[in-house]
């Protein structure tokens, strides 16, 4: 709970809300498309400061990716730049949920995928994600 009344204040509770009010929204198509792009790239740059919220983030992804078809690679891209960020990329289980999220938006691409198979971490959620990618996407090798 916040004690401040401060503008500056950010509730976790308030964005859960916006969140799952907006997808509940593209559901049904009421909200344009630029906001849902604007939205994803403001809630991206959120993976640093708020990486607690990653699953949230990660869901509201992949909501807009189904809502707006043309997102998918932009989204897909940043995602990967962040994973390839060492400074940026220092939890494993951030990573292993923007992993699943990319696993989820399908068809990665053999670059793509060695960006996965070179900075994927070696925790055991990640790895796992890393696996279920590389069995849908990889070579047998990578199997």
């Known amino acids: 709970m916040t ?3 401060s503008k500056d204040s950010f509730s976790e509770r308030h964005l859960k809300f916006f969140l799952s009010h ?3 929204l593209m559901k049904f198509g009421l909200i344009d498309e630029e906001k849902t ?3 994803s790239i403001y809630f991206i740059n959120l993976f640093e400061d708020k ?3 990653t699953n949230l983030i990660c869901w509201f992804l992949l909501a807009v990716c189904d809502y707006d078809k043309s997102l ?3 989204i897909k891209g940043k995602l990967l730049k962040f ?3 060492s400074s940026k990329n220092v939890y494993e289980w951030q990573e292993m949920w923007i992993m699943d ?4 938006l ?3 691409t053999s670059k793509e995928l060695k960006i996965l198979k070179k900075v994927g971490n070696t925790h055991e959620l990640c790895q796992s994600q890393l696996a279920l990618i590389l069995g849908r996407g990889g070579n047998p090798d990578d199997r």
């Open 3 to 5: 004690t401040s009344n």
């Open 22 to 24: 907006v997808i509940s």
């Open 37 to 39: 792009a604007k939205l």
């Open 51 to 53: 990486p607690h919220l």
């Open 72 to 74: 998918k690679n932009p």
């Open 83 to 85: 994973i390839k960020d």
């Open 101 to 104: 999220t990319l696993r989820q």
């Open 106 to 108: 399908n068809n990665l």
